[in-house]
C-alpha cells in the first residue's frame, strides 16, 4: 500500500510541482480557445507573408492545425444539444464550422494567399468575442 508520504523521485517532484503551477495559471477555457484561435490566425498570416517560399506540405499543416479546432468546436456543439449553449448558437458553430471546412478544401484544391483571408478574420473576430467576459445577468434582480 503506498504511503503519503513525500517523494525522492525528481520525476514525480518536478510533475507535481508542474501540476501546482498548471492549476494557478491555466486560463479560463474561453481564453484557451481564444488563444488557439488567435495562434491558427498567425499561422495563416505568417504563410501569406511567406508565400513565395512556402509549399503544399506548410499549406496543409496550418491547415490542418486551424481544422482540428474548428472540429473541437463543431464535435462540443454537435454532442452538446441538452447543454448549456443555446439551440441557435450551436447551430452557428455548427455552419461557421463547415463553412470553413469548405473554404479549406477550396485552398487545398487551388491555393491561392488571398483566400486565407476570410478565415484569419473569422479567427479573430471568434477569439475577440472569446476574450470578453460574458455579461451573466444576476438572477436576484
Known amino acids: 500500500m503506498p504511503s503519503n508520504k513525500t517523494t525522492n523521485n525528481p520525476y514525480a517532484q518536478a510533475a507535481s510541482a508542474y501540476g501546482d503551477h498548471a492549476q494557478k495559471f491555466t486560463p479560463d477555457q474561453r481564453e484557451l480557445e481564444a488563444r488557439v484561435l488567435l495562434k ?37 456543439a ?6 448549456d449553449r443555446p439551440k441557435d448558437l450551436r447551430s452557428n458553430i455548427v455552419n461557421l464550422s463547415n463553412f470553413i471546412f469548405k473554404r479549406e478544401v477550396d485552398i ?7 483566400k486565407f483571408d476570410v478565415l484569419i478574420n473569422i479567427n479573430k473576430e471568434i477569439a475577440a468575442g472569446l476574450m470578453t467576459k460574458p455579461n451573466i445577468p444576476d438572477k436576484n434582480q
Open 108 to 114: 487545398l484544391f487551388e491555393p491561392k494567399k488571398e
Open 40 to 76: 491558427a490566425a498567425k499561422m495563416m498570416t505568417d504563410l501569406q507573408a511567406d508565400w513565395d517560399n512556402s509549399n503544399r506540405e506548410v499549406i496543409e499543416s496550418t491547415l490542418k492545425y486551424n481544422r482540428q479546432i474548428w472540429l473541437m468546436f463543431y464535435d462540443t
Open 78 to 83: 454537435m454532442e452538446n444539444k441538452d447543454g
